[in-house]
């Protein structure tokens, strides 16, 4: 009888053991089960921010789970991507990364991440051109009449172009007009955006590839031109001023890009879901709505595709930066 009554409490002990073990299992399945968390690396009111709250607004209702944005600002927005890519990979910490933070963050700071390693590609969130605009005195209505100015000055002082900062989008396109039409340029970095465009209104430098939003104000006042915007489309927000090819500048695209990653060794079946849920979001009006006042546009896509790009983007910015003796030495 002993005997018998012990091999029933381990059969028992047994069974409830494999039922414990399957508990988790039937839990993990079920993504998502608690509020997911968007990580933005740049304060609230960014384009960043503003993008990731817009997103996580209508990601509400079909992953029907809260959605909180997290502001991690700091080194051009590598603190919060460092903080994603070590975060558990569970589908509840994701990164709205951007172009900066991801595709260009190698080439000048020592990041202790890397750009398509440390990330799962969920999917692309929004196309954010720039548009290149020149000071009213320099006279310049178009690329050619731009060229041919900058060409004639060469023998001088080269022509002071304003961005953000070193490192971003702005700096690295007015790098590539450089090489486009083989002339100097000189990077004049600012504080801000608005400050690299107050710059050029007043005449202080001649040029700045400037956001949409921070353009248009001046724009619209006529103490700047517009030359074309960094795509190969027109933008909605400035459907009177040319895209790169348009403009004669084929090929010439610089896209501020902001897309959403989870970290490495994010499971299929989560990132699936966050895939279709984002896709799903990126269709709703008022998102298109938000993100034309930013000067963006939804490209919703698949997280293959978003991998593909940043690889591509890593590979070229890199590239573009070493040519020019630009950043750190690893």
Request: charged share 15%.
């Amino acid at each position: 009888m002993p005997s018998c009554r012990t091999r029933r409490h381990a059969l028992m002990l047994a069974c409830a053991a494999a039922g414990a073990l399957a508990l988790p299992t039937q839990a993990q399945t079920a993504f998502p089960a608690q509020p997911v968390r968007i990580v933005v690396g740049s304060e609230a009111g960014s384009a960043p921010d503003v993008i990731a709250r817009s997103l996580a607004k209508e990601l509400e209702p079909l992953l029907k789970q809260p959605v909180v944005v997290d502001n991690r600002a700091g080194a051009a927005g590598t603190v919060g991507a460092a903080a994603v890519a070590q975060a558990t990979p569970d589908g509840y910490t994701l990164l709205m990364g951007t172009v900066s933070n991801v595709a260009l963050a190698p080439v000048f700071y020592p990041i202790r991440y890397k750009p398509v390693e440390s990330f799962t590609a969920v999917g692309m969130v929004a196309s954010v051109p720039l548009v290149l605009v020149a000071a009213s005195s320099t006279g310049a209505a178009t690329v050619a009449e731009l060229g041919a100015k900058l060409r004639a000055g060469a023998a001088g002082a080269p022509a002071p172009y304003a961005s953000p900062g070193i490192g971003g989008p702005q700096h690295l396109a007015g790098v590539l007009l450089e090489k486009q039409f083989a002339t100097p340029l000189l990077h004049v970095p600012y504080k801000s955006g608005g400050a690299a465009m107050t710059a050029v209104a007043s005449g202080e430098v001649q040029l700045a590839f400037a956001g949409i939003p921070a353009a248009l104000p001046l724009l619209q006042s006529r103490r700047v031109n517009a030359l074309f915007v960094t795509s190969a489309t027109r933008s909605p927000a400035l459907p009177d001023v040319p895209s790169a090819p348009q403009a004669g500048l084929p090929g010439f695209e610089v896209d501020n890009w902001h897309a959403l990653f989870a970290p490495a060794g994010l499971k299929p079946e989560v990132r699936a879901a966050l895939e279709s849920a984002v896709r799903a979001a990126l269709q709703k009006e008022a998102i298109r709505k938000d993100f034309e006042r930013l000067g963006a546009e939804p490209r919703p896509g698949t997280g293959a595709e978003l991998a593909d790009f940043v690889a591509r983007e890593t590979a070229r910015w890199g590239a573009l930066a070493r040519d020019a003796g630009l950043g750190r030495t690893p």
